[in-house]
């Protein structure tokens, strides 16, 4: 069974109708609290600790059967799009497709738990800790509840949600990794786990669904060993756990698209657990994942004729990289231009003399050239694209 774009065509459109979290990359608690509230779930939330600037950090349950998932979400504050897939997920699972779901599992979801850090859109917690290197110290309030809930809940399989930069390739290629896995190492040696190889299973099974509807556009992340990362922890308790990224899909800087791919991917995953298939999925296939590389960037700007002195450019060519700022309730894409550009490419391709007028006048300009550039740009670019 397929959990692709086209199966899920019907779910989303139905339910995409009152969606408003397509709006914004910026998913504050509030919100996603009036999200939940249209939806009438924000009663079925239960509060399991508060942050450092005391927000309610939530959790919602689904499902009565034996097998334990706990999937969690923006321990990166500025990590939205796995969060709007989790909460596609709590919806899909009260529908009866799923009713073999809520019959062999009980899913434990933390939709936000770094809520200060969504709310302000950083990485960091509000104390400016990184929560998925914090898994051994537990020195923030956001680390020791989802301990105590994994100490508590006693998952068979975790789920650990994230958003990745636009800057990571599937492999060499210049396809961005709308969706990239890792299933996280238990030891410095990298063995290959009961644990870690039913991880990888869920993976092979996630990666084969996507090839579907996103080929080629699957990555695995590196497995080098941290156990202050969370997962790395998880798994070195003999807890299958697989790291989700979200990432860039072409033109999508909002995301949406890759939000559907994330929700196929818990469900191809949910129903592999619900069904015991995983007994009979080889891990050879987690292997031929390509591995995530870090040469794209967001514009490359080439044909460039004119190079002012003082200007990075090289060659003829430019690259260009949004950095994601917080304004107001909505994030800026703010254009940065990238100093050193050996061996990156671009996602979008600009030809610059297509836009000979807006290059020279920029060029001319008395103002500093490159805030003019990076103005240029936004025009070129930014407005088409985001
Ligand atoms: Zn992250």
Redesign the pocket.
């Given at each position: 069974m397929k959990y692709n774009i086209v199966n899920l065509f019907v779910f989303t459109f139905v339910h995409m109708k009152k969606s408003d979290l397509d709006q914004s990359r910026l998913l504050s608690p509030t919100t996603l609290n009036n999200f939940l509230k249209e939806y009438a779930l924000f009663d079925s939330l239960n509060i399991l600790g508060t942050s450092v600037e005391n927000r309610p950090i939530y959790s919602y349950s689904e499902g009565n059967g034996p097998k334990k998932v706990l999937m969690w979400s923006q321990?990166?504050g500025n990590?939205s799009t796995t969060t709007k897939a989790l909460v596609d997920f709590w919806l899909y699972l009260k529908t009866p497709e799923a009713k073999q779901l809520r019959e062999t599992c009980t899913f434990l979801m933390i939709p936000q738990l770094n809520p200060d850090g969504s709310d302000a859109y950083t990485?960091v917690n509000a104390n400016g800790v990184d929560l998925?290197r914090d898994a051994i110290d537990l020195s923030q309030p956001e680390s020791r509840v989802l301990r105590d809930v994994y100490e508590q809940f006693k998952p068979d399989y975790c789920f650990n949600l994230?958003?990745q930069r636009t800057i990571f390739a599937a492999g060499d290629s210049p396809i961005p990794a709308t969706v990239s896995f890792l299933a996280p190492a238990a030891d410095p040696d990298r063995t290959i786990t009961t644990a870690r190889e039913l991880a990888m299973k869920l993976i092979v099974i996630a990666s084969n669904n996507l090839q579907a509807s996103i080929a080629g556009a699957v990555g695995r992340y590196d497995d080098g060993f941290n156990i202050n990362c969370v997962g790395d922890y998880f798994t070195a308790q003999s807890t299958p756990t697989v790291l989700f990224e979200a990432g860039h899909y072409p033109l999508d800087y909002k995301r949406v698209e890759t939000r559907k791919h994330i929700l196929s991917s818990l469900m191809a995953m949910s129903h592999a657990i619900a069904s015991d298939s995983l007994e009979t999925i080889e891990t050879a296939p987690y292997f031929e994942i390509p591995e995530n590389k870090n040469h794209l960037r967001d514009i490359e700007l080439y044909n460039l004729k004119k190079s002012p002195d003082g200007m990075p450019v090289f060659g003829n060519n430019m690259l260009i990289q949004f950095k994601e700022m917080k304004n107001g309730d909505d994030i800026d894409f703010v254009p940065e231009i990238v100093t050193e550009n050996k061996g990156l490419l671009g996602l979008q391709r600009v030809n610059a003399q297509e836009h000979k007028t807006l290059m020279n006048l920029c060029f001319d300009a008395d103002d500093s050239e490159i805030k003019n550039l990076t103005k240029t740009i936004s025009l070129l670019s930014l407005h088409q694209f985001v």
């Open positions: 321990m990166h990590e990485r998925n994230h958003d």
